[in-house]
């Protein structure tokens, strides 16, 4: 895939050359809408505290990504990006907003990434339920990137929190059995397959269950 070290139009801040233009900072995360967010919460949270918790863990991973430096940052929207939490989240990091393509996760994926490789040598995703996810961990995909191929940063539950990529295919995320502990060997056997290089960083926790609501009180601090 061609890529390119020229300058890019940037976001509201403006044009990026240099370093920051070759690397992109990609959020994923879904509109706000109570019973269709955090539905695996449930009846642990009620859909309107599901969905509350969704905006927090979103807005938290916004703030934490917009102290990675030297990059541009790029918020992917499932449904509609005009929500207030959504521009809030947005304005935090003075990301562009973009809407997802596909038909599941991983078509989403991939494209949001394909996009980002026509004019950026590094790109790392992340989602946005994952409050160990912090710009010192993006800085560790960032540079495990110099030699892999891709980086994932794994899940507890057996799935990641973030991908790294210098370099995108479809196979990388086709017949993966999404939202199962199984995501993270899929992907890895998908990397070998291909014959590319791929590195871990250090597993992190991410909200999924009800087990994990501990994990984001102790992180929110209670908030």
């Known amino acids: 895939m061609p890529m390119t070290e020229a300058g890019r139009k940037g976001n509201a801040g403006g044009a990026v050359e240099g370093p920051a233009a070759r690397r992109r900072l990609l959020q994923f995360a879904r509109e706000p809408v109570p ?38 940052r790029e918020l992917w929207v499932a449904g509609d990006p005009g929500h207030p939490a959504l521009r809030h989240a947005a304005s935090l990091g003075r990301a562009r907003v973009r809407r997802q393509r596909g038909t599941d996760l991983g078509e989403r994926m ?38 892999a191929d891709v980086v994932l940063g794994p899940a507890l539950d057996g799935g990641y929190v973030l991908i790294g990529v210098r370099r995108v295919d479809a196979r990388l995320f086709r017949e ?14 998908r990397v070998d397959a291909l014959g590319w290089r791929a590195a871990l960083l250090e597993p992190r926790r991410d909200i999924d269950r009800p087990e994990d609501l501990a994990a984001w009180e102790e992180a929110s601090g209670g908030c």
């Open 35 to 72: 019973g269709q967010v955090k539905t695996r919460l449930q009846p642990a949270l009620e859909a309107a505290g599901a969905c509350e918790l969704h905006i927090a863990l979103l807005t938290h991973t916004a703030r934490q990504l917009a102290a990675v430096p030297r990059c541009e």
């Open 110 to 147: 991939h494209h949001a990434l394909d996009m980002a490789l026509a004019d950026a040598q590094r790109v790392v995703l992340v989602g946005s339920d994952c409050p160990g996810l912090d710009a010192a961990y993006v800085e560790a995909a960032f540079a495990a990137l110099a030699a």
């Open 176 to 189: 993966v059995d999404w939202g199962t502990g199984a995501v993270l060997a899929q992907t890895l056997a």
